[in-house]
C-alpha cells in the first residue's frame, strides 16, 4: 500500500480506491484500540492548528479529541480569532502556520482556499468542510455503512434533498470510487454540478458501480440500503433560502413512508446537524415562519430503530484520527 505520508487531504478525487480503504481500515484499527483501551500516542509531540471560519460541533471535537488520543497538542482558530483571508492572504498564513505546525485543518468558504492553504503550508492541510465538499464526513459514513452491512459493493446509497451540496457531492464521489451505486434524489435545481456527475461517472464504470439522478423519490428510495439526508441550506447560504428550499425540498423529507420504499433493510443516515424538530433556533424559526413542524426528516426516522446517525457521528473521531495519523506519520 502506498505511504499517504506528507499528503494533504483535500478532496476524495485526489485519492484511489485503495488509498480510501487504507484509511478505513486504519480508523477500524484506531476505533478497536481506543475501545480496548490501549494507548496509541503514535505523534507523541506534533502540534496542529485547526482553522473554523464556520461553526462545527463534530468535526472540531473529532480533531482535538483526535489529536490529543494521537500524542499531539492542537489549536483551535475560531472565525474572529484568526487574521484569515481578512487581515492576511491565506498564502501568506498558510506559511506563518506551516512554520510551527505539523498539520493545519481548514473548515471554510470555497474549495480554492484550502487547496491554496496547501499549495503554501508545506505540511498536511486537511479539509474540515468547504462549499463544494466534506471528505472526512465520507470516511466516517462508509465505516457506519461498512459496520452495518459490510462489504459496501453492490449496494445502493441514496442522497435525498439537496443532493449538490457539499456532502452530497462527496458522497458521489466515494460511492464512484469504492464501486457502490449512487443515487441523487432531488430536484433538478438542487442536483450535484454536471461536470462532477461527468467525472463521477467515468469513475463509477472503472470501479463497477453506477450513478443515478432522480427527480423521482420513489425510484430513489428503491432497493436502497442506506437513506441520506443533509439540511436543506448548508452554511454560508443566506437565510433567505429557508422558503425557497422547504418548496423544493418538501417532496424529499425522509419520513417513514419513504423509507418504506428502500430496502427492508436499509438504514437512515445523516452527518448532522439536523434541524429535524423544533429544539434548535433555526428549526423554531423556521416554523414559526413556514409552520413545518419537521424538516429534512421526521423524528420518527431520526430516532427510530434504522438510524445510524450517531454511530456515524462517534466514527468522525476515529476516521479524523485516521487521515491525521497516515499523514503525519514518518514515510514507511
Ligand atoms: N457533520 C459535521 O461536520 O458536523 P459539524 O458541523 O458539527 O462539524
Ligand atoms: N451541508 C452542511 C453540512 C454540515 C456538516 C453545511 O455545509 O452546512
Not at 424559526?285 to 429534512?296: A, D, H, I, N, T
Amino acid at each position: 500500500a502506498s505511504s499517504l505520508s506528507g499528503r494533504s487531504f483535500l478532496k476524495l478525487l485526489d485519492f484511489t480506491p485503495e488509498e480510501i480503504r487504507g484509511l478505513l481500515d486504519l480508523a477500524a484499527d484506531l476505533k478497536r484500540a481506543k475501545r480496548a483501551g490501549e494507548p496509541h500516542r503514535y505523534l507523541e509531540g506534533k502540534n496542529v492548528a485547526l482553522i473554523f471560519e464556520k461553526t462545527s460541533t463534530r468535526t472540531r471535537c473529532a480533531f482535538e479529541v483526535g489529536a490529543r488520543d494521537l500524542g499531539m497538542h492542537a489549536v483551535y482558530l475560531d472565525p474572529s480569532a484568526s487574521q484569515i483571508g481578512k487581515k492576511e492572504s491565506i498564502e501568506d498564513t498558510a506559511r506563518v502556520l506551516g512554520s510551527m505546525f505539523d498539520g493545519i485543518e481548514y473548515r471554510g468558504f470555497g474549495q480554492e482556499r484550502v487547496e491554496t492553504l496547501a499549495t503554501h503550508a508545506g505540511v498536511p492541510v486537511w479539509n474540515g468542510l468547504t462549499t463544494e465538499f466534506h471528505p472526512t464526513q465520507m470516511l466516517a459514513d462508509v465505516l457506519t455503512m461498512q459496520e452495518e452491512f459490510g462489504e459496501m459493493r453492490g449496494r445502493k446509497v441514496t442522497f435525498m434533498g439537496d443532493a449538490g451540496n457539499n456532502v452530497g457531492n462527496s458522497l458521489m464521489v466515494v460511492c464512484a470510487k469504492l464501486g457502490i451505486d449512487f443515487c441523487a434524489c432531488g430536484p433538478a435545481a438542487q442536483m450535484p454540478d454536471s461536470a462532477l456527475v461527468g467525472t463521477c461517472r467515468a469513475l463509477a464504470e472503472e470501479s463497477g458501480s453506477k450513478i443515478e439522478l432522480t427527480e423521482d423519490v420513489a425510484a430513489g428510495a428503491r432497493g436502497a440500503s442506506v437513506i441520506y439526508t443533509d439540511i436543506w441550506v448548508s452554511m454560508g447560504e443566506p437565510a433567505e433560502l429557508w422558503g425557497k428550499r422547504i418548496e423544493l425540498l418538501s417532496p424529499y423529507q425522509v419520513n417513514a413512508r419513504l423509507m418504506g420504499e428502500a430496502a427492508p433493510d436499509a438504514i437512515f443516515m445523516h452527518c448532522l446537524p439536523s434541524f429535524h424538530d423544533r429544539k434548535t433556533d433555526v428549526g423554531e424559526e423556521v416554523y414559526q415562519k413556514f409552520g413545518l413542524p419537521e424538516l429534512e426528516v421526521t423524528d420518527e426516522v431520526f430516532e427510530g430503530p434504522r438510524s445510524r446517525v450517531f454511530e456515524e457521528a462517534e466514527n468522525r473521531l476515529h476516521t479524523i484520527k485516521a487521515v491525521m495519523y497516515a499523514t503525519l506519520r514518518d514515510p514507511q
